[in-house]
């Protein structure tokens, strides 16, 4: 099995797998970082969502081979304080029910305040379209990422 290099949360691993084992396996078995989770292993519902470079990507449809050298950022490595302004936003309008989708939409959400600090709801809603909450808690999930990009939630 080859070796690859690639840095998770800022900090370099050298991980031995199959190439074709999805970087979300290599994640949660290989690492132990359980934050990310499996949803549906077909990229549609969003739970397995981390940061590439800073751009959100679906960890079930992105092979070991894919990874290169490149840096990837899950929840745990969002903020090592659980203190970032997107998860204060979260607990601050109760969003969470059973947290199953909450990493995926947190990291959604920080790759979008990202790229555009003030969005609209429009905006949030179609950047979090292709997350699925089973609880239904879409409401409370925007409220909080309005409260997030007014906190600063890009950084």
């Not at 070991?64 to 997107?86: C, Q, V, W």
């Not at 204060?88 to 969470?96: R, S, T």
Request: glycine letters at 10%.
């Amino acid at each position: 099995m080859p070796q690859r290099p690639v840095t998770i949360n800022g900090k370099r691993h050298v991980i031995e797998a199959d190439d074709a084992m999805p970087l979300l396996w290599v994640l949660r078995d290989l690492l132990g970082m359980t934050g990310t989770k499996y949803g549906c292993g077909a990229g549609v519902c969003g739970s397995c969502t981390v940061l590439e470079n800073g751009r959100a990507i679906r960890s079930c449809q992105t092979n070991f081979s894919d990874t290169g050298d490149k840096s990837y950022t899950t929840i745990e490595g969002l903020s090592a304080a659980g203190d970032h302004p997107i998860q204060k936003a979260w607990l601050a309008e109760d969003v969470a029910q059973c947290g199953y989708c909450q990493p995926g939409m947190i990291l959604e959400l920080r790759s979008l305040l990202r790229s555009k600090a003030s969005p609209s709801s429009a905006e949030i809603d179609a950047a979090l379209s292709d997350h699925v909450c089973r609880c239904g808690s879409y409401p409370r999930i925007r409220k909080a990422a309005l409260l997030a990009a007014k906190s600063g939630g890009g950084r």
